[in-house]
């Protein structure tokens, strides 16, 4: 009885296995807190996310950035990428989920690797095979390939894999609530007379009727 149930489970396991569809993971970019300390500010930026053949990533590896996001490239175009873009009044986490319909169809094309390329001001032409903006993530194959999820921060020179808690501790600093920024006072000073000093009140809105408080 026992060798009948297994039987007929073990086929179960490889067809849920199969109807998987492919890897099955989320993607998260989020920028660091490094950003600001090297730019002095949090520069805009854009990353773009690439559901990419092996011929496709050969092509990537070498193609220049700095051409790659001139406008209209023929390749950026081509390739149909997710966009994802941060600037300083934009810090938030930025999620590809693996629900989403490019995603999915990324999958079901089988691609070879998840390309992402971030347009970061840096530049050193001995690394032109191994830009540091560029990262590559090779698609794992098979049965039960439900991946671990994707975290990439953005460095001050490039992209680089992290941990959910690696990325959260390297998040930029939320801005300041209102009740932290400096206020700005309206002021009524009044001079007695014979008097070199001046008193000074917060102006507060008058009352109906037109009183003041």
Not at 115 to 122: R, S
């Amino acid at each position: 009885m026992k060798k009948f149930l297994l039987a007929l489970l073990v086929p179960a396991v490889f067809a849920t296995g199969c109807s998987s569809g492919g890897s099955t993971f989320d993607i998260q970019v989020s920028p660091t807190k490094e950003l600001e300390k090297v730019y002095g500010y949090y520069p805009s930026i854009e990353v773009d996310i690439i559901g990419a053949s092996d011929e496709d990533a050969m092509r990537l590896k070498p193609y220049p950035i700095e051409k790659y996001f001139e406008k209209d490239n023929p390749v950026r175009t081509y390739l149909n990428p997710v966009k994802f873009k941060f600037s300083e009044s934009d810090l938030s986490n930025k999620v590809l989920h693996s629900s989403d319909p490019l995603f999915k169809e990324w999958v079901d094309s089988d691609i070879s690797y998840i390309v992402m390329i971030a347009n970061l001001p840096y530049s050193d032409p001995e690394m032109k095979e191994n830009d540091p903006r560029k990262y590559f993530y090779k698609v794992p194959k098979g049965f039960f390939s439900m991946s671990p999820d994707i975290y990439v921060k953005i460095g001050a020179t490039g992209l680089v894999r992290t941990t959910m808690e690696g990325a959260r501790a390297e998040r930029p600093e939320a801005p300041k609530s209102t009740d932290e920024l400096p206020k700005t006072l309206d002021l009524k000073c009044v001079s007695e007379k014979g008097k070199s000093t001046m008193e000074c009140k917060e102006k507060k809105e008058p009352l109906p009727g037109g009183v003041e408080q």
